[in-house]
């Protein structure tokens, strides 16, 4: 089970961090994921991080200005989102994932686990 927290109402140019805490199994072997939807949008992918290696991937519209992390030890990943803009607002989901080629790290339906979401607010 995933928990997504964090959310909330900020202004243009804010911060805000996200946390996808798992529980029920531990999610250490799995690639995490963060995407987002914004209402009449269809689900996007925002970022992931790999679990074979690590290695952090994220949407062009976010690089340089949100970064996702993981803390195994704790069993969650973060979204560290700044220079947030109002194109940002959306409903943001953390996701996992067992097993899936890297073709498809972007693609929603490779994802198995799914949190309930968290809402991000950006204001112009």
């Known amino acids: 089970q995933l928990q997504a927290s964090g959310g909330g109402l900020v202004q243009t140019g804010g911060s805000l961090r996200l946390s996808c805490a798992a529980s029920?199994?531990?999610?250490?072997?799995?690639?995490m994921g963060w995407f987002r939807q914004a209402p009449g949008k269809e689900r996007e992918f925002v970022a992931a991080?790999?679990?074979?290696?690590?290695?952090?991937y994220s949407a062009d519209s976010v690089k340089g200005r949100f970064t996702m992390s993981r803390d195994n030890a704790k069993n969650t990943v973060y979204l560290q989102m700044n220079s947030l803009k109002p194109e940002d607002t959306a409903v943001y989901y953390c996701?996992?994932?067992?097993?899936?080629?890297?073709?498809?790290?972007?693609?929603?339906?490779?994802?198995?686990?799914w949190g309930q979401g968290t809402q991000v607010t950006v204001s112009s």
């Open positions: 029920g199994r531990t999610f250490s072997s799995h690639t």
């Open positions: 996701a996992a994932r067992l097993s899936g080629i890297l073709s498809t790290i972007r693609t929603s339906t490779s994802y198995n686990y």
């Open positions: 991080i790999r679990r074979i290696d690590g290695r952090p």
